[in-house]
Every structure is written in C-alpha cells, then in structure tokens.
C-alpha cells in the first residue's frame, strides 16, 4: 500500500486515477480548492496550489510516498511545488503533454530543431518522436513563444514546468508526455472528438491540410492506469504514453463516418494555417517504447476509437 497525493484528480481521468488507486488498496488523498468532493475511502485536502503558505499549512504534519500533480501548467506552480514537497515525499509524478514536443510552440534553440512541414501533397513518414528528443532543462529559463496563441502558451508552460523540477532535483521526478486523450463522451472536456462528431453529422466541411501528419492518442481509462502504474514505479524523467497506432485526421474522419452513417466532408487549408484538431501539418506522434520496455502494455487505438465515437454519438445525440 502506498499513500498517494492527488493534486487536482476532480475530474476527467484524474478521477480515474483516484478511484483506481484506491481500489487498488492505496491510502488516497487529493488537494484541491474544495470545488469538488472526492469519492468514498479518499482523503481530501483543500489548499489553492498557487498559495505556497496555505499550501504548507494544508500539508502540516503530512507526506506522501508518492504524489501526482495532474494541475501543474506553469513554472511557478513547479517552483511552489518543488518547495513544498521536499522532504514530504518519495516520488512526484507530474502529469505533462505531447505538446512540449510540438516544433511549432518551440522556441529557438538546440534542445529540438523543427522539422520543416512536408512538400504538399507527399506522404513522407515522420518517425515519432522520443524522450530523448526534448531536454527542458537545455531551454533558457525565460525563453520566448514566438506565437502568443493560449495553445503556444500551454505548451511552453509546460516545458518550462518540467525544467523546475529537472534543474534541481528536490525529489525522484518522473513526467508523463501524455497523448491525446480521448474517450467518456462529453466529458472529453476539449471537446475535440465532439467537433467531429457534430461537424460529419451535420455535413459541415472538415478543415484539414493536405498532406496531414499522424498523431498519438490514449484512451482515458487507459491515461488513468498508466499514471497509477507510474506512482508504484521507481524509474525517473520523461516518460511518452500513447496507445499504439497513430492515425491521421482523415483516418479519423473515416472513423467517426462509419459510425455517424455520413460521409464527411473536407476543406483543405494551406501548411500553417489553422485546420480542425489532430489536423497538423508537421511531425506530431510520440513513440512508446520506453514506457513499453519499462513493462506497460499499451492497447491500440484502432481497438478503443470506435468505442469512443460511439460514446460521444450517444452523449451528443
């Protein structure tokens, strides 16, 4: 049994994980600010993250073996946590993205170089990217988003969030690069999977580029137990979870059509221009083979997809 702190864990897969752990007979608790009520048998513990006393007050006379931090966007969140927490526990798991990867929120630097987009019209393959590919830690620690976009933003807090933790070491530090989650109908809050739901019904055109690169997804189940996985492990640094496959936004469309019983439609938009989510015009898939090596089974988008269209068929009908 290990005892595990939450930060965050009110919602969407969070509240897998909670529940999952739990189960599992982990001695559970989770901080929040008190907007929701964790399920029976877990703990709760109400402090604004952002307030570094009224954190440490909240935490008075507690640790933790393990904790993840499913709410950690910025680098002066990773700071207030890296504090807090020293001494107070034996592993921190924070939760990040595949965004940090993406060449086109990158600032300029040798941490990793942006691939050019594709020649229109070509279908060259892209390898998927690795952890290796990023080192948070080489990027300067106030670098510049070229493009002030909240997409830019989120990316680039989180990349510097994971620089924090990396540059000096308060605790054994691993962060998750999740994929693109999916699944649990309307409470897939981004809404993505619902935008082409709503849009291959309706015959609205689906804006996509011409030749577009594959991407990584992960169920929310599946997000869920590869973190409470994480928390009983004791490897350290990045670490891509991604189910297996990386299909296209057409392969997506197909997918959604053949359930929605409509044939979908397409307006192509230029390289660099805005195109419906999953639509992207440069190198977007993560490669699993560490968290694989490390012994955790992936299952295969192509087997969850439809389950997942059909869920948000159903939630949005």
């Known amino acids: 049994m290990k005892r595990i702190l939450v930060i965050g864990g009110s919602r969407y897969f ?29 703990g709760r513990l109400v402090a604004d993250r952002d307030d570094e006393e009224g954190l440490r007050a909240a935490l008075s006379g507690r640790d933790f073996d393990v904790v993840v931090d499913q709410v950690c966007y910025t680098p002066l969140q990773a700071a207030v946590a890296r504090r807090v927490f020293a001494g107070r526990t034996g592993r921190y798991v924070m939760t990040s993205t595949m965004e940090v990867y993406d060449p086109a929120t990158l600032p300029a630097g040798p941490s990793l170089p942006a ?10 393959p892209a390898a998927p990217v690795t952890e290796e590919s990023l080192d948070p830690a080489r990027l300067p620690p106030a670098s510049a988003v070229p493009a002030a976009s909240p997409h830019a933003a989120y990316a680039e807090g989180k990349r510097q969030a994971e620089a924090v933790f990396l540059r000096e070491p308060a605790f054994p530090y691993v962060a998750v690069r999740t ?11 981004t809404g993505r999977l619902a935008h082409y739901v709503r849009r291959i ?10 030749a577009p690169y594959g991407t990584s997804f992960i169920h929310h189940h599946e997000m869920a137990g590869f ?14 979870a991604a189910s297996h496959g990386a299909p296209d936004v057409i392969a997506l469309c197909e997918a959604v059509a053949g359930q929605a019983g409509r044939r979908p ?3 192509t938009v230029p390289a660099g221009a805005a195109a419906s989510p999953f639509s992207f015009d440069r190198p977007y898939a993560m490669d699993n083979g560490r968290a694989s090596a490390l012994g955790f089974r992936f299952g295969r988008v192509a087997d969850w997809l439809p389950g997942a269209i059909a869920e948000t068929l159903h939630a949005a009908a």
């Open 265 to 267: 439609r397409y307006r």
């Open 115 to 124: 691939r050019p987009p594709r020649p229109a019209g070509t279908s060259l």
């Open 14 to 42: 969070g509240k897998t994980l909670v529940t999952k752990a739990r189960d599992a007979g982990d001695e559970v608790t989770v901080l929040n600010r008190g907007s929701s009520t964790p399920p029976p048998g877990v």
């Open 179 to 189: 994929a693109h989650v999916l699944g649990g109908g309307l409470a897939e809050f």
């Open 227 to 240: 973190l409470q996985w994480t928390a009983e492990q004791t490897f350290t640094g990045p670490v891509n």
């Open 201 to 210: 019904g309706a015959g609205t055109p689906v804006e996509v580029h011409e």
